[in-house]
């Protein structure tokens, strides 16, 4: 039995009609506003972890005060402080849209939880709390950027071209869904 090639033809441009729907759909669903508040808050509690299991051990290392391990051990229990905060300030950077702004805000999480958790956990000489602050500031501010940029809203006129959007959906894997 022969079967046309025009009939396998249309078959695998359904086929691919159906993947690009679907994927148009997921995509969809990413660009939404809700995914992209949770995204954010996500995003921000796991930086919170990040800065009290990694960040600034590692600056408190590098510095040469005391090893990461005994930082780990004494920021351990404000791990979940630490989520919560940077959640909160993930989540306050999404809504300002901006850069700028974002790198402030989640600069100021990180420096007042820096210096908070470092004082309180690890000791409060000066060296320390420029370490623990310092590296948190740092962490705060390119992370605040990251997340201002990539993840602010949708644009509200679609006409207007200097309305802010995010830039996620811009990046060229995602051109050929933009058409």
């Known amino acids: 039995m022969s079967v046309p090639a025009e009939t396998m033809e249309n078959r695998?441009?359904?086929?691919?009609?159906?993947?690009?729907?679907?994927?148009?759909?997921i995509l969809k669903?990413?660009?939404?506003?809700?995914?992209?508040?949770?995204?954010?808050?996500?995003?921000?509690?796991f930086a919170g972890l990040s800065i009290t299991s990694n960040?600034?051990?590692?600056?408190?290392?590098?510095?040469?005060?005391?090893?990461?391990?005994?930082?780990?051990?004494g920021l351990g229990g404000f791990a979940v402080y630490s989520v919560m905060a940077w959640a909160v300030g993930g989540?306050?950077?999404?809504?300002?849209?901006s850069k700028m702004l974002g790198a402030?805000?989640?600069?100021?999480v990180g420096l007042s939880t820096g210096l908070l958790f470092t004082g309180v956990g690890l000791g409060t000489e000066t060296n320390i709390l420029l370490a623990g602050g310092g590296s948190a500031l740092l962490y705060g501010a390119v992370g605040g950027m990251i997340i201002g940029d990539a993840l602010r809203?949708?644009?509200?006129?679609?006409?207007?071209?200097d309305?802010?959007?995010?830039?996620?959906?811009?990046?060229?894997?995602?051109?050929?869904?933009?058409?």
């Open 104 to 108: 402030f805000v989640l600069g100021a």
């Open 12 to 25: 695998n441009n359904m086929i691919v009609k159906m993947i690009r729907t679907f994927n148009a759909g």
């Open 153 to 161: 809203d949708p644009p509200k006129d679609d006409n207007n071209p």
């Open 91 to 97: 989540w306050a950077v999404q809504r300002t849209g």
């Open 55 to 73: 960040i600034i051990p590692s600056a408190m290392e590098f510095s040469g005060l005391m090893d990461s391990f005994s930082a780990r051990w």
């Open 163 to 179: 309305d802010q959007t995010g830039t996620i959906g811009n990046m060229s894997i995602f051109r050929y869904f933009n058409k």
């Open 29 to 45: 669903f990413i660009m939404g506003i809700r995914f992209r508040s949770v995204g954010a808050t996500v995003l921000g509690g």
